[in-house]
T-cell receptor, first 112, second 114 residues
């Protein structure tokens, strides 16, 4: 069954900790994206990657880091430098410029 | 700069009536435009896209959208709304002249009342 898998579904972080959100796709897509969703603010782009071993900052990259060592994986680390990390995080992938993105089911991160 | 605007936070419509959810965009090259729907605590589902060709595109669940280059708009429409269409709708754009950055609007909540 092809698709994008995000894990975990819920994640709790203590202040000062780094946490890593997983995103795996078996769609053979080149491009992958991470978005943050807050109520009333829509989806904001954190990082995106067009190809393995390359990625670009989106609009709100501060306090986040990513890696793209494999085509199918694009993990997002929320670092302690991110002062307000509580949000719903969505990962997506697509195969080209004119193609739609496919989304995972999201990870809800809460700082406790 | 690349951007998308959805001017309405919420749209209310009675079941059976036509619905429109508005979207305008700004890109430097040719736009690739998309509509998605999101149900609570879930990921986004693709509805339809405009890449090139006919300005009226048809998508899933009876939705359609009209691309208007002069008005830089891509409004989502449906002739007859269903209560089950109630959800959060997002418009998105890619700029053909850049590296594939996919930008979303702020979303519009559609409420269809029986």
């Amino acid at each position: 069954d092809g698709g994008i898998t995000q894990s975990p579904k819920y994640l709790f972080r203590k202040e000062g900790q780094n946490v890593t959100l997983s995103c795996e796709q078996n769609l053979n897509h080149d491009a992958m994206y991470w978005y943050r969703q807050d109520p009333g603010q829509g989806l904001r782009l954190i990082y995106y990657s067009q190809i393995v071993n390359d990625f670009q900052k989106g609009d709100i990259a501060e306090g986040y880091s990513v890696s793209r060592e494999k085509k199918e994986s694009f993990p997002l680390t929320v670092t302690s430098a991110q002062k307000n990390p509580t949000a719903f995080y969505l990962c997506a992938s697509s195969s080209g410029m004119g193609t739609e993105a496919f989304f995972g089911q999201g990870t809800r991160l809460t700082v406790v | 700069a690349q951007s998308v605007a959805q001017p309405e936070d919420q749209v209310n419509v009675a079941e059976g009536n036509p619905l429109t959810v508005k979207c305008t965009y700004s890109v430097s090259g040719n736009p690739y435009l998309f509509w998605y729907v999101q149900y609570p605590n879930r990921g986004l589902q693709f509805l339809l896209k405009y890449i090139t060709g006919d300005n009226l595109v048809k998508g899933s669940y009876g939705f359609e959208a009209e691309f208007n280059k002069s008005q830089t708009s891509f409004h989502l429409k449906k002739p007859s709304a269903l209560v089950s269409d109630s959800a959060l709708y997002f418009c998105a754009v890619r700029d053909s002249s850049n590296t594939g950055k996919l930008i979303f609007g702020q979303g519009t909540t559609l409420q269809v009342k029986p």
